[in-house]
């Protein structure tokens, strides 16, 4: 219990710390974390989320939006394959979207698109992630 909450604080330390170096400068990518979904389409607080990661993508500060969350209990798909399927429908293309369905929770959100980043993304050839959405 104890680690969960050191992590939880360190968690928005980073988000905070994050949040206060935001740039709009190009970048390789931006992770949007999962959040609610109804009924296969995105709450209000988790389409806000999409909508500005679409928005950065629109405006080229983005080469990349890889959306983290999995399937909850009473759910048919995982949230970052309805985020997936919310951005396809505004136009971003399916090359330019990746997916973690893992992730069942906020501290998961965010540790998980690390590994998946540093693994699939920046071995590749990509050197920077500095949106958290």
Known sequence: MLFISLLA????????SLSQNYTEQPQEAAIVL????WQDQPSPVFQARIDHA???????????ILFTGGLNEGKTHAESVTAKNY????GVPHTDILIETTSTTTIENYITPISYYYNTIYKAHYSSVTHYI
């Not at 604080?9 to 905070?16: K, R, S, T």
């Not at 951005?87 to 505004?90: M, S």
Request: hydrophobic content about 55%; proline content about 0%.
């Open 9 to 16: 604080v360190d968690l928005a330390i980073v988000i905070v």
């Open 34 to 37: 999962g959040a609610a979904t």
């Open 54 to 64: 679409i928005n950065l993508y629109q405006r080229e500060i983005i080469k990349k």
């Open 87 to 90: 951005a396809l429908n505004r």
